[in-house]
């Protein structure tokens, strides 16, 4: 006789019971009483060290066994077979393996397949679903990090002309700029995908002489070159390869650990911080270097952007939400000096 704990779907009273296993009958004796249930409509949950084992009826209704004798003799009755995942679960060893080789599965799905599978995902989704994206994602950092451009309107004419000087004649998508002002991101250009390409105030104005006279002629070529770096990462598509991968992974780490929810947050979080792999940055760097030659201006402008940069950086440095952003930069680009050093050198 199993003694368990019975649940009616209807309240949450707690009924003591007993179980009479017979042949494909089981009895459950209640007040006395003897409630015959076949066997096969029994189900009965798969069993977890330290838990109760619950026994549900087809009414809705379900008991608890909670003696690790009783669990067994109940187990066996209905002749249980432990699936895979509950058997390495009681052999640490192998549960350890397991562990091991879908943690590699997935590093390498990561670092080799997602990318060659997501780039020809991203490759042929149609432009409006890209441009559909990036006009989001722009109206979820205008309600978040950035705001209405400060500036006058004689330096934000600067700054559309010198993207005119570096934007090819036939691009992948049709481009637009957008000047906004950001005190948490400081000087900073970035491009959406669907072609928005944002530069904010802060980047202007370390680029200017002066907040009256705006960008001298070598301040605005420094900006072009910053913003033919931004086109190349449109002209790359590198906005929906790097979207395409991030959901890849997330989808993939949801499935394998049944965390959808977890998923979106990633996913949604992906959006806002569009940073781009070392590769998609180097291939940047590399248009923006083709692209300023085509135009006739010296890709050492660009490296004189960085340098500025790198020291306003450095100024800085003691701000903590400034140290974050430093650190996140450097995580995806390039070396500074490498960059500089490469854009020197197709100089001369």
């Known amino acids: 006789m199993i003694k368990a704990n019975y649940f009616d779907h209807r309240q949450s009273r707690i009924q003591p019971i007993q179980l009479d296993l017979q042949q494909d009958i089981v009895n459950v004796i209640f007040d006395g009483k003897q409630y015959p249930v ?18 549900s009826f087809s009414d809705g209704s379900h008991c608890e066994i909670h003696d690790r004798a009783d669990q067994q003799t109940l187990l066996d009755f209905l002749d249980y077979r432990p699936s895979l995942v509950q058997r390495w679960q009681r052999q640490w060893k192998w549960a350890l393996a397991a562990i091991t080789v879908m943690a590699a599965l997935l590093l390498a799905a990561r670092e080799w397949g997602v990318p060659l599978l997501a780039d020809k995902i991203a490759a042929r989704l149609p432009g409006k679903y890209e441009q559909a994206l990036g006009d989001e994602v722009m109206k979820l950092l205008d309600k978040s990090v950035l705001s209405r451009s400060h500036l006058s309107d004689h330096r934000i004419a600067q700054a559309k002309e010198a993207i005119e000087r570096v934007m090819p004649e036939h691009g992948r998508i049709p481009m637009r700029l957008e000047i906004r002002n950001a005190p948490d991101i400081g000087a900073n250009a970035f491009a959406l995908p669907g072609g928005t390409i944002v530069v904010t105030d802060a980047m202007i104005e370390m680029l200017s002489t002066s907040k009256d006279r705006g960008l001298s002629p070598a301040g605005a070529e420094e900006l072009a070159g910053v913003l033919a770096h931004e086109i190349g990462h449109v002209e790359g598509n590198h906005g929906m390869r790097r979207l395409v991968r991030d ?12 965390d959808f929810s977890s998923v979106v947050s990633l996913a949604s979080a992906g959006v806002v911080n569009m940073e ?26 660009l490296a004189d952007a960085l340098e500025r940069m790198e020291k306003m950086h450095k100024r800085e440095a003691a701000q903590e939400s400034t140290t974050k952003r430093i650190t996140q930069y450097m995580s995806s680009h390039p070396a500074t000096e490498d960059r500089v050093a490469r854009f020197r050198a197709a100089a001369r």
């Open 247 to 258: 959901a890849m992974v997330t989808v993939i780490a949801g499935s394998l650990f049944s």
């Open 38 to 55: 076949r066997k096969k409509r029994l189900q009965v949950s798969e069993p977890f060290e330290h838990a109760p084992c619950i026994l």
């Open 276 to 301: 781009f792999s070392r590769e998609m940055e180097t291939e940047a760097d590399g248009y923006a270097i083709r692209r300023m030659k085509e135009t006739g201006l010296s890709p050492a402008r």
